[in-house]
């Protein structure tokens, strides 16, 4: 008999089915026993009877998590006894053969068969392999997934060719402390805190590029959204006519992975309740400006042209109040803040042509034009109290001729965690890495 998966089985009614999972929750209701069984595709109630001897004594041993093979028959669920939160609350199987496949070895460290957990976010990360299997938690990744493929889908659709690009670097790629120091045969390497220069040089041979790849920050950050590998959804594209463009592509882009989530993962979004408004029209705002609004109607001043987190969320919340965008665009960071590859804006040089994406109160993604000037480059780098010589073999990509080009690096996890409402950017990911956190 071939496997049936458990989302079938309203479609089975009447109908012989064998199913296999783990054993979810057990339940004893005087000589019945109910199993919900669990497998990638939902969860189904399964009845035990008595008369059915072998299933029955095999059904005594289970526990949580015992991965089993059952056959039966589907049955409608008894009126009132149907549960309407899950698409099988309708039906339930009464089991005629149950196969043991594995056995838990030790007794669970938490359980896991709740709808909420509700667990401290450290037990939650220390029994991963555990508390994956929640099907709240499984949902985060199930979204993610989704999030992934849209990116492909909208980048390959827009002529964007996919590129890989090493992570083991021999120079600390933009300079900074941010770097993981590894020791590399007899010498010493860095992990790539960013694409950059290499999606730069893709963009001088395929004029539009996208990757998919890990990131490393050495950040010793302690917050909600920050770990130390991450997942960057980068882009770069050739021959723009202005930095407009880049946001444009990346408007569309989270326009089609937030119309794409929507559709696939109902579900999973019902279950965090989270809601979603449309992309469409995203404003787009300097920062100057960002900061006027901040001062005039959320009395905050900053102390220098740049925006903190606290600012980040407000700026959000006005976004959300005045032009019904979850998003919000700023733009003409000034050169102290940005990269020394960052385009210098024409009608104000203390400005960069860059923008910052933000989402519900949080920067998912920076951006901007890059200089494309060979001469003036080697200018900029100098003007940042940078050393040309360092950064020789990214200046090759300047000597043979480079369109005008720019791009994005867009965060991975920071667009589930703020689609669901996570707390931490950590419950976004399989097994963070943060300063303290290098196992399971
Ligand atoms: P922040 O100011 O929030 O620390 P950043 O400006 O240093 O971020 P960028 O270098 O602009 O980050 O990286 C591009 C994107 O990658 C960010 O907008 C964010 O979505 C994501 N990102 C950056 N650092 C981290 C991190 N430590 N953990 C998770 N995601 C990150
Ligand atoms: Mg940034």
């Given at each position: 008999?071939?496997?049936?998966?458990?989302?079938?089985?309203?479609?089975?009614?009447?109908q012989?089915?064998?199913?296999?999972?783990?054993?979810?929750?057990?339940?004893?209701?005087?000589?019945?026993?109910?199993?919900?069984?669990?497998?990638?595709?939902?969860?189904?109630?399964?009845?035990?009877?008595p008369?059915?001897?072998?299933?029955?004594?095999?059904?005594?041993?289970?526990?949580?998590?015992?991965?089993?093979?059952?056959?039966?028959?589907?049955?409608?669920?008894?009126?009132?006894?149907?549960?309407?939160?899950?698409?099988?609350?309708?039906?339930?199987?009464?089991?005629e053969k149950?196969?043991?496949?594995?056995?838990?070895?030790?007794?669970?460290?938490?359980?896991?068969?709740?709808?909420?957990?509700?667990?401290?976010?450290?037990t939650?990360?220390?029994?991963?392999?555990?508390?994956?299997?929640?099907k709240?938690?499984?949902?985060?990744?199930?979204?993610?997934?989704?999030?992934?493929?849209?990116?492909?889908?909208?980048?390959?659709?827009?002529?964007?060719?996919e590129?890989?690009?090493?992570?083991?670097?021999?120079?600390?790629?933009?300079?900074?402390?941010?770097?993981?120091?590894?020791?590399?045969?007899?010498?010493?390497?860095?992990?790539?805190?960013?694409?950059?220069?290499?999606?730069?040089?893709?963009?001088?041979?395929?004029?539009?590029?996208?990757?998919?790849?890990?990131?490393?920050?050495?950040?010793p950050?302690?917050?909600?959204?920050?770990?130390?590998?991450?997942?960057?959804?980068?882009?770069?594209?050739?021959?723009?006519?202005?930095?407009?463009?880049?946001?444009d592509?990346?408007?569309?882009?989270?326009?089609?992975?937030?119309?794409?989530?929507?559709?696939?993962?109902?579900?999973?979004?019902e279950?965090?309740?989270?809601?979603?408004?449309?992309?469409?029209?995203?404003?787009?705002?300097?920062?100057?400006?960002?900061?006027?609004?901040?001062?005039?109607?959320?009395?905050?001043?900053?102390?220098?042209?740049?925006?903190?987190?606290?600012?980040?969320?407000?700026?959000?919340?006005?976004?959300?109040?005045?032009?019904?965008?979850?998003?919000?665009?700023?733009?003409?960071?000034?050169?102290?803040?940005?990269?020394?590859y960052?385009?210098?804006s024409?009608?104000?040089?203390?400005?960069?042509?860059?923008?910052?994406?933000?989402?519900?109160?949080?920067?998912?993604?920076?951006?901007?034009?890059r200089?494309?000037?060979?001469?003036?480059?080697v200018?900029?780098?100098?003007?940042?109290h940078?050393?040309?010589?360092d950064?020789?073999?990214y200046?090759?990509?300047?000597?043979?001729?480079?369109?005008?080009?720019?791009?994005?690096?867009?965060?991975?996890?920071?667009i589930?965690?703020?689609?669901?409402?996570?707390k931490?950017?950590?419950?976004?990911?399989?097994?963070?890495?943060?300063v303290k956190?290098?196992?399971?």
């Amino acid at each position: 008999m071939r496997r049936n998966l458990i989302n079938e089985t309203p479609n089975l009614i009447g109908q012989k089915v064998k199913l296999a999972g783990w054993v979810n929750v057990r339940r004893d209701h005087g000589k019945l026993i109910f199993i919900d069984l669990r497998d990638r595709s939902g969860i189904i109630q399964m009845v035990i009877i008595p008369d059915k001897e072998d299933a029955y004594a095999a059904a005594k041993e289970l526990r949580s998590e015992y991965v089993i093979e059952a056959e039966g028959l589907v049955k409608k669920r008894p009126g009132g006894a149907a549960n309407e939160k899950i698409s099988t609350g309708g039906v339930e199987v009464e089991v005629e053969k149950i196969k043991i496949l594995s056995a838990p070895t030790v007794e669970l460290p938490v359980d896991i068969s709740e709808d909420d957990l509700n667990l401290h976010l450290e037990t939650l990360l220390d029994n991963r392999v555990l508390t994956l299997r929640n099907k709240k938690v499984k949902a985060i990744f199930t979204v993610y997934s989704e999030i992934l493929k849209a990116y492909t889908d909208f980048m390959k659709a827009e002529d964007f060719t996919e590129i890989k690009t090493p992570k083991i670097l021999s120079a600390a790629t933009e300079g900074g402390a941010n770097f993981f120091k590894i020791s590399y045969f007899e010498r010493e390497a860095f992990l790539a805190q960013s694409p950059q220069f290499y999606k730069q040089a893709g963009a001088g041979i395929f004029e539009r590029v996208f990757e998919i790849g890990t990131v490393f920050r050495a950040e010793p950050h302690f917050t909600t959204r920050h770990v130390n590998e991450y997942t960057g959804l980068d882009a770069e594209m050739s021959f723009i006519e202005n930095f407009s463009e880049i946001m444009d592509e990346l408007e569309m882009t989270m326009a089609y992975i937030i119309k794409e989530v929507q559709k696939n993962c109902a579900e999973e979004l019902e279950m965090y309740k989270a809601e979603l408004l449309p992309v469409k029209g995203i404003p787009r705002i300097r920062l100057t400006e960002a900061l006027e609004i901040l001062d005039k109607e959320y009395g905050k001043k900053m102390e220098t042209v740049d925006i903190d987190s606290e600012g980040e969320r407000l700026i959000c919340e006005w976004a959300k109040k005045n032009h019904n965008s979850d998003f919000i665009f700023l733009t003409h960071y000034p050169t102290n803040v940005r990269p020394f590859y960052s385009m210098p804006s024409k009608e104000d040089p203390r400005f960069t042509e860059t923008f910052d994406l933000l989402f519900k109160g949080l920067e998912i993604a920076s951006g901007g034009q890059r200089i494309h000037d060979y001469n003036q480059l080697v200018e900029n780098i100098k003007k940042h109290h940078l050393n040309p010589d360092d950064f020789e073999h990214y200046l090759d990509i300047f000597k043979f001729g480079m369109p005008p080009h720019g791009g994005w690096g867009l965060g991975s996890e920071r667009i589930v965690q703020k689609m669901l409402g996570l707390k931490s950017i950590k419950e976004a990911l399989l097994f963070p890495r943060d300063v303290k956190r290098l196992t399971p």
